[in-house]
């Protein structure tokens, strides 16, 4: 049954009517016309539909919107913009850590939250944190590269 | 100073490459990248022979180039940008490319099999239009200068002669067409002289890309757009029984259940009603057939009816292995392996009663546009396809079946629609990267040469790439009652013609004669290779590497078998039976480059848990498509039986490089994918259908895998032509990796992926083997 949604996204309010048990992921996709997160599985299990919520990464392709609630939702697009990229988001334009890209959302938000609450996290604790996000153009060398600049970078 | 340089400078000015933020950081270019000609290029007759095909220079003195060959990730975007902005002698900023879009841009099939390179990037098509258009403006410049072309000075898109009058490309053709064929005997700048071609300069969806602002065809929207599902048979083989409509009356938003002989998907309002419908519909399938058990899949393989070819057969094969010291006999297997694309696939159609247009993500525009046409029973010219960048593909991931799916969907409701797989809909279906089965036997001499090979190889194939005209080689097109492509049974006949080595089925160290002309990369004359192609229960089609990393696979770890048993280092004995210059190039250097401990494999003293050793692997790409050579260095837990790699180094011959950096990530890409299939990659399936259909049941390597290092070498020989590179580095990864763990343990490992289940039974059964001797 479609209802009124508010959402609170990138700094933004929106209000969207839609089933509160659509996934977050197309509400931010289909609705408010986000490219950052994306549909990678849908279950889960690869990254690539990542979100920020109270600090947190949530795989949006699992979570109904309507459980969102009052929480933030912060995107890969909500970090930085390309005239002002966030720090961490510079970091891989400069150490070019893609190649396909469809998978950044996981990588990016997911280093961003772990250095965020650790800032002095080991290249382990970095490494434990991404277990679950997959790239599969195997850009991993770049992109733990990118991230390791990015926190030595954040603690100085 | 050489004639060319003198060329160069006269023509081009100096060029000042400022690489950002100009060239960096526009996601603008990229956002707004397809649309059509900037005036009136037409659909239906583009002519790769006419330069107004592939070049226009527009009033704003943008210089739009229109190509066949597209970006999904390997870098084509930017590379073919600095190519255009190299022979035209302008920024990059002032660059932009059309990639595959079928209303303007010239059929170059499919961008595949690392041919983009060879085909743009040389002597014809992109290259040969950007140098014409260069020497076109050069003589519109003379004569409205009056002025010789010898003394004008090209820059930045302005042409200035000796009295420092000029004049603009935009003034001299701006928004008009050349009218011009391509002029073969134009002049390509020489790498030496190059500004912007041969530089790291970063890719040009950086920026978008990390900033999440990038445009995949996912996030295509276009007014009035439905979602759509498909419902896919439970396996292979399975028809359509029955569809029970009113399963889904109750679904809200839901607007037509779409049902075409076997194909059956639903479309609705919104994405999540369309998920909504796909799962609750009730569909009944007449059951597939079994399948062969997975267990003992390759004997399976080894005992079908076959198509039989011959790359190589010297007929004395028999004679000379007779005649050895010694005659060593290996059997490799190389299991089902998935693209296992992470975004799952996506188009968008929208198709009228008159015509057609999808967005989509195939790496074939022109051969899917045809199929597009075949499938909706509209003419040809009536449907244009807009390829729009997926995530990575390797080969043909689900891109082309879901663009057929989606132009299905939109015909039945008349509306356009975005269809969406789900993840089972991608790795249930799609075309898998072949299993093979190959064997091998080889003799030595007293001196421990090899003195005959023989090998035979067994390949589980069935369809393809639809190309132009064959929709049955993917699931769409088998739900519709169109036929895949099938090898047939038959024997095979004596090699004619010249020798080839597209798929590397024949190892470098053959000499490849055939009538007395030889074409291998080696000294070995006592040859036979012979290829049985075999009807496979699964789809396959071309997974990066396409048999090259299967065959490669086998003939190097087979190469360094013979080597152990004639007690020599494995770089010293790989150079014994070379004698392609490239091919020994590569070898050395990547040798050099990782201090190669020269010795006999395996290492004499192995104690303790964890173990280490180093292996090496070698390859002329597709007999003449690069050439690569890897060393990898691995530690083996002998107790666990997990192997962990810890440095790679490569040396790569790819001729000219259009983008240093871009081929480096290409190559670290290309060698940690090969790393993850090699340890753990692998389709599995019960009795009646694939059952690796999602991040938990088919392994890839996560990011939190502890990477080995990379060091890459590059070899560039003098005035050879570009080569492609995206595969050549990946090809020798699982053999290189082998060899490693042979010299480690003493074990063989001769089945991919090297499980720590297959480890430990190599290693036991290596004890067990030391034991009896």
Not at chain 1, 103 to 108: A, D, H, Q, R, T
Not at chain 2, 332 to 345: C, D, E, F
Not at chain 2, 520 to 537: C, F, K
Not at chain 2, 561 to 568: G, I, K, M, T, Y
Request: neutral net charge; charged residues 20%.
């Amino acid at each position: 049954m479609r209802q009124k949604v508010t959402l609170d996204v990138n700094g933004q309010r929106h209000v969207v009517e839609v089933d509160p048990e659509t996934p977050l992921l197309f509400v931010l996709n289909d609705e408010l016309g986000l490219r950052g997160p994306r549909f990678g599985c849908g279950m889960a299990q690869c990254g690539a539909c990542t979100v920020i919520m109270r600090g947190q990464v949530v795989r949006s392709c699992v979570m109904p919107v309507g459980a969102v609630g009052q929480d933030e939702v912060t995107t890969l697009e909500g970090l930085g913009s390309p005239e002002h990229p966030h720090p961490i988001q510079q970091a891989f334009i400069d150490e070019g850590a893609a190649q396909c890209g469809f998978c950044l959302s996981g990588v990016i938000l997911t280093a961003k939250a772990v250095l965020d609450v650790k800032p002095d996290a080991s290249d382990q604790e970095i490494r434990d944190a991404l277990g679950s996000v997959l790239c599969r153009c195997f850009a991993h060398i770049r992109m733990l590269r990118a991230i390791r600049k990015y926190a030595e970078a954040k603690r100085t | 100073m050489s004639q060319s340089r003198r060329d160069f400078l006269k023509s081009c000015g100096a060029i000042i490459v400022t690489f950002s933020p100009l060239s960096g950081s526009v996601s603008g270019v990229l956002l707004s990248a397809q649309g059509p000609g900037p005036f009136g290029t037409h659909p239906s007759h583009i002519d790769p022979a006419k330069l107004d095909s592939w070049l226009a220079v527009g009033n704003d003195g943008v210089v739009t180039a229109y190509t066949g060959k597209c970006d999904f990730g390997q870098g084509l975007l930017t590379a073919q940008s600095q190519l255009v902005a190299e022979e035209l002698c302008v920024r990059l900023v002032r660059v932009k490319l059309i990639q595959s879009d079928t209303s303007v841009c010239p059929d170059q099939g499919t961008t595949s099999g690392s041919q983009s390179t060879p085909t743009n990037f040389n002597s014809e098509n992109l290259a040969l239009a950007a140098a014409t258009a260069r020497e076109a403006l050069l003589g519109l410049a003379a004569k409205k200068l009056s002025e010789p072309v010898e003394n004008l000075t090209l820059a930045d898109g302005v042409i200035t002669g000796t009295s420092g009058r000029h004049v603009s490309y935009e003034d001299l053709i701006g928004n008009k067409h050349f009218d011009l064929p391509l002029n073969t005997k134009a002049k390509r700048k020489s790498p030496a002289d190059w500004t912007v071609l041969g530089k790291p300069i970063p890719s040009l969806d950086g920026t978008a890309l990390m900033t999440g602002r990038f445009e995949f065809v996912q996030h295509i929207r276009v007014p009035g757009m439905l979602h759509g599902r498909v419902v896919r048979p439970p396996e292979m083989g399975a028809t359509l029984a029955r569809v029970d409509e009113r399963s889904v009356r109750d679904v809200p938003g839901l607007v037509k259940v779409v049902v075409r002989k076997d194909f059956v998907g639903v479309v609705a309002e919104t994405q999540y009603e369309a998920t909504l419908a796909a799962r609750q519909i009730a569909v009944q399938w007449n059951p597939g057939p079994e399948l062969p058990p997975q267990k003992d899949f390759f004997d399976h393989l080894q005992k079908q009816p076959a198509r039989d070819t011959f790359s190589v057969d010297s007929q004395d094969v028999d004679a000379q292995l007779a005649g050895a010291t010694s005659i060593i006999r290996a059997r490799y297997t190389y299991p089902y392996q998935m693209h296992g694309s992470i975004g799952a696939s996506c188009a968008v159609a929208h198709v009228t009663p008159q015509s057609a247009t999808v967005w989509s993500a195939t790496q074939s525009a022109y051969p899917t546009r045809s199929i597009v046409a075949k499938l909706l029973n509209i003419p040809i010219d009536k449907v244009r396809v807009i390829y729009v960048r997926g995530s990575g593909c390797y080969g043909l991931n689900g891109a082309d079946a879901v663009s057929f799916d989606a132009a299905i969907l939109s015909q039945a409701v008349g509306k356009p629609v975005r269809l969406q797989f789900s993840r089972q809909d991608e790795m249930m279906w799609e075309n898998l990267g072949s299993a093979c089965a190959i064997q091998l036997r080889a003799g030595l001499s007293r001196e421990g040469r090899v003195i005959a090979w023989d090998r035979e190889d067994w390949v589980a194939s069935l369809g393809n790439r639809p190309g132009y005209d064959q929709p049955g080689n993917i699931i769409t097109g088998m739900l519709l009652g169109y036929e895949p492509e099938l090898p047939k049974p038959g024997s095979g006949n004596p090699p004619t013609g010249r020798f080839s080595n597209r798929s590397n089925t024949v190892p470098s160290y053959f000499a490849g004669c055939i009538a007395g002309n030889c074409g291998g990369d080696g000294t070995i004359r006592s040859e036979r290779a012979l290829t049985h192609n075999v009807r496979s229960p699964f789809f396959t089609g071309p997974l990066r590497s396409p048999l090259r990393i299967q065959n490669t696979f086998a003939n190097e770890c087979f190469m360094d078998e013979l080597c152990a048993h004639a007690n020599a280092d494995p770089v010293a004995f790989r150079l014994l039976h070379l004698q392609n210059p490239r091919v020994i190039g590569v070898l050395n250097a990547a040798a050099e480059a990782a201090k190669w401990d020269a010795r006999p494999s395996p290492k004499t003293a192995i104690s303790g848990r964890t173990v280490s050793g180093r292996g090496i692997a070698c390859v002329a790409y597709e007999g003449n498509n690069g050439y690569s050579a890897l060393v990898a260095e691995v530690e083996v837990d002998v107790e666990a039986g997990t192997v962990r790699p810890t440095r790679f180094v490569v040396a790569l011959d790819c001729g000219p490089i259009s983008n240093p950096d871009g081929l480096r990530n290409q190559i670290e890409g290309g060698i940690l994918q090969g790393m993850s299939r090699a340890l753990v990659e692998e389709v599995t399936w019960d009795n009646k259908r694939i059952t690796s259909v999602d991040w938990e049941t088919y392994n890839s390597l996560h990011l939190d895998y502890e990477m080995p290092t990379i060091e890459t070498v590059f070899v560039t020989p003098p005035d050879v032509p570009a080569t492609g590179a995206g595969e050549t580095a990946i090809t020798v990864i699982p053999a290189a990796i082998g060899n490693a763990i042979f010299d480690a343990t003493g074990a063989r490992l001769r089945e991919l992926p090297f499980t720590p289940q297959r480890v430990k039974a190599a290693l036991l059964e290596n004890t067990r083997r030391a034991g009896k001797v």
